[in-house]
């Protein structure tokens, strides 16, 4: 029971380990001897393998330490040009006076609207499968382009500052 166990916990196997406690007397579950050097022999080979596991992976984090702050920003400056490239309401040159004031709340009727268009649109069979996916890919344009509206109006565009890191 002991050799069983011992195989089955540090070991992770079954019966793979029967031919090597074989070997002495033909006995599958070894004697005491062949316990005690196979306990040893496992033991010996985790700590091993433990050591050469946090080896690496130390080895591993410093190089990725080294280079963090780099990754960081390159990160983060990828994700501001994914935003500032982005379509906004309102668009360049059409003033204050559209400028949104509940904006999470004008996307989520935006969202409401093209989600019942999508589902009248997609229970008629005459109509290829590409439009529903374009009605619903118009609302999530739509809709996204209102929620990256900048929060100032015309009045305060010379504040240059990143609005979409501030929420």
């Keep these: 029971v002991l050799l069983g166990t011992v ?17 002495y007397d033909g006995n ?9 050097f196979l306990s040893v022999a496992v033991i010996w080979f985790c ?7 946090i080896a690496v992976h130390s080895e591993a984090y410093d190089q990725a330490q080294e280079k963090a702050q780099t990754c960081f920003l390159q990160e983060r400056t990828a994700i501001c040009l994914h935003f500032m490239l982005m379509p906004s309401w309102p ?5 204050s006076k ?7 709340l004008v996307s989520l009727l935006i969202n409401a609207v093209f989600l019942v268009v999508w589902a009248a649109v997609v229970t008629v069979e005459e109509i290829p499968t590409f439009v529903p996916a374009a009605v619903l890919l118009a609302g999530m344009i739509l809709s996204g382009a209102v929620l990256a509206q900048p929060p100032w109006d015309q009045d ?3 504040q240059h500052y990143l609005w979409s890191l501030s929420w």
């Design 91 to 95: 668009p360049p040159g059409w003033g």
């Design 98 to 104: 559209f400028h949104l004031h509940r904006p999470v």
């Design 47 to 53: 700590i091993c393998m433990l050591n050469l596991f």
């Design 28 to 36: 599958n579950t070894g004697n005491w001897i062949t316990f005690c």
């Design 7 to 23: 195989r089955l916990l540090l070991l992770g196997d079954g019966d793979g380990v029967d031919t090597v406690l074989g070997l």
């Design 156 to 158: 305060t565009i010379d």
